[in-house]
């Protein structure tokens, strides 16, 4: 019975259809056709059936007649209606849900004729493209978004936005959800877009852009007034494991973890929370991602220069242990200074351990690649050393 309205339905549909397209060839017929047709070329022009034959994977261009939650019907200028069915809807519910009649839309072609007569649509690659094109807009005008939290992901969250996924950094969420994302699951959240790249299917997202108000424009102008060793206080907005990242004046910057000190940095969580005011130096601006390149370490001296002065070669010299490595134990000279103990220097069972002092003795020193070779200081001097 269901199947019998349904049927009743999409013919009355097509008839519909049937004599819009007759009523526009009569117009056509009447200035252009010859009222007698001859050929069937004539005749199919008459009737206002289409000679244009299309195949799968087409792309049309189409007038929306009606919707509902079960199908689009298409106006495609052909002899019968484009239709995009329920199961293909499933898949593009975000787009569609604002498409009304009249809209004009772009499909491709599943099926040129299916057993009702219909032209079957997918709307998947235009609605796509079409996502993208906005978001491209968006970014431009500087322009909010609202999305929705999906899951965690590491750095950050993912989000969805009319059925494109994308991923806001911790670093760019509020401070109260930088250390816990989990709390935007499943709540809507004003971003704005700061990186697209359709190629890649990359579409990264601020809420702390948003919250700050923070445009393209303003950005770009903000940026043009900084340059490479300006000295900038902001504060620490993230911490990740290659760095922290930065705010002044609502622009990203990251200090990466080997700009941080002259001296290694294991953890980056020991000297630094979010929400801390630092200084900075900027090394680079990046204006086509509108962010900049920091460094704290360079606003204090480094303490490589003179090197051979303070550290000449057989000097002797004592530090502290500070880390291992299988080939052999790192020593703090000075903050910023280390040197290597290689562990063919050392007799087995006698290594320091970290937090050790230690006498050592300057063997080579290479100032290109910042390295210190030592050697612990002999009880007596072995016959031909140098």
């Not at 816990?180 to 709540?187: D, F, K, Y």
């Not at 303490?303 to 303070?310: F, H």
């Not at 009880?379 to 050393?385: I, N, R, S």
Request: charge should be neutral; proline fraction near 4%; charged fraction near 25%.
């Amino acid at each position: 019975m269901v199947k019998d309205q349904k049927d009743t339905t999409i013919k009355a549909k097509i008839s519909r259809k049937s004599v819009k397209t007759e009523h526009s060839a009569v117009t056509v017929k009447s200035s252009k056709i010859n009222s007698n047709p001859q050929t069937m070329e004539e005749l199919l022009a008459v009737s206002g059936i289409s000679t244009f034959s299309m195949k799968k994977g087409d792309t049309v261009k189409g007038t929306i007649v009606s919707t509902s939650p079960k199908e689009i019907l298409v106006d495609i200028g052909k002899k019968s209606f484009g239709i995009v069915a329920e199961w293909e809807l499933d898949q593009v519910r975000d787009y569609v849900q604002n498409l009304k009649s009249g809209d004009k839309v772009v499909a491709q072609v599943v099926n040129p004729e299916n057993e009702y007569g219909y032209t079957v649509l997918s709307l998947r690659k235009a609605s796509m493209e079409t996502r993208w094109q906005v978001l491209a807009g968006i970014k431009e005008t500087g322009e909010d978004i609202e999305v929705t939290g999906l899951e965690t992901a590491k750095g950050g969250i993912l989000v969805d936005w009319q059925g494109l996924r994308g991923f806001v950094p911790s670093t760019q969420l509020e401070t109260q959800f930088a250390t816990s994302p989990m709390q935007l699951l499943n709540r809507k959240i004003k971003v704005k877009v700061i990186e697209l790249d359709q190629a890649i299917n990359r579409l990264v997202l601020s809420q702390k852009a948003s919250v700050l108000g923070v445009t393209p424009s303003a950005q770009r102008e903000k940026l043009k007034k900084i340059k490479p060793d300006d000295v900038l206080k902001g504060n620490v907005s993230g911490i990740a494991p290659f760095g922290v990242f930065v705010d002044v004046d609502g622009i990203e910057g990251l200090v990466h973890i080997s700009e941080v000190a002259w001296e290694k940095v294991e953890n980056l969580t020991d000297l630094y929370k979010v929400g801390n005011e630092v200084e900075v130096v900027v090394l680079d601006v990046n204006e086509n991602e509108g962010k900049l390149n920091l460094s704290l370490k360079r606003l204090t001296p480094d303490p490589w220069k003179n090197i051979l002065d303070r550290y000449p070669i057989e000097a002797g010299v004592s530090g502290k242990v500070v880390r291992s490595a299988p080939y052999g134990i790192f020593v703090q000279l000075e903050p910023g200074i280390e040197g290597l103990l290689h562990i063919s220097k050392i007799n087995p069972g006698e290594e320091p351990a970290i937090g050790d002092k230690v006498e050592c003795m300057v063997e080579k020193i290479d100032t290109i690649k910042r390295k210190i070779s030592l050697t612990l200081v002999p009880k007596e001097k072995p016959v031909g050393y140098r």
